[in-house]
C-alpha cells in the first residue's frame, strides 16, 4: 500500500514515490479550505499526501483540518481519507466553533 499520493492534472489522488511526492509537495498549493469563523480563529484543511493511518486495513488519512488561534482547549486536528470528507469535517469544525459545541470527534 502506498504511503505517499499526489494530486493529478484533475484533483484525484495517485499514488507516489517518496521522492516524487517531495518534489510535488515543494510546488503544489495543497490548501483545499480556508475559513477565520471567529475573530483571530482560523479553520485550515490541507491536502497531506502523506498516509497518517497506521492500520493498513484502512484507508489512508491524507487530508487534515486544523484550528490555529483558538484557545478554547489547544486547536483541533482531524483527518480524513477523501476530500469530500474533509470539506465536510472543515465545515463541522467551523459550525462546532461558532455554535460553541464540543470537538468534533473522528473514527479512527
Known amino acids: 500500500m502506498a504511503r505517499?499520493?499526489?494530486?493529478?492534472e484533475?484533483?484525484?489522488?495517485?499514488g507516489a514515490t517518496s521522492m516524487?511526492?517531495?518534489?510535488?509537495f515543494e510546488?503544489?498549493?495543497r490548501q483545499i479550505a480556508l475559513d477565520e469563523p471567529l475573530p483571530g480563529v482560523q479553520v485550515s484543511t490541507v491536502f497531506?499526501?502523506?498516509?497518517?493511518?497506521?492500520?493498513?486495513s484502512r484507508p489512508p488519512l491524507i487530508y487534515?483540518?486544523?484550528?490555529?488561534?483558538?484557545?478554547?482547549?489547544?486547536?483541533?486536528?482531524?483527518?480524513?481519507?477523501t476530500r469530500e470528507e474533509a470539506l465536510a469535517g472543515h465545515a463541522l469544525v467551523i459550525s462546532a466553533l461558532v455554535n460553541e459545541l464540543p470537538r468534533p470527534?473522528?473514527?479512527r
Do not use: P
Open 64 to 81: 487534515e483540518t486544523m484550528t490555529f488561534g483558538y484557545e478554547g482547549d489547544g486547536g483541533w486536528q482531524l483527518r480524513y481519507s
Open 105 to 107: 470527534q473522528q473514527e
Open 20 to 24: 516524487s511526492w517531495a518534489l510535488w
Open 27 to 29: 510546488t503544489h498549493n
Open 10 to 14: 484533475a484533483g484525484e489522488v495517485v
Open 48 to 56: 497531506l499526501g502523506l498516509d497518517h493511518q497506521w492500520d493498513d
Open 4 to 8: 505517499h499520493y499526489v494530486l493529478d
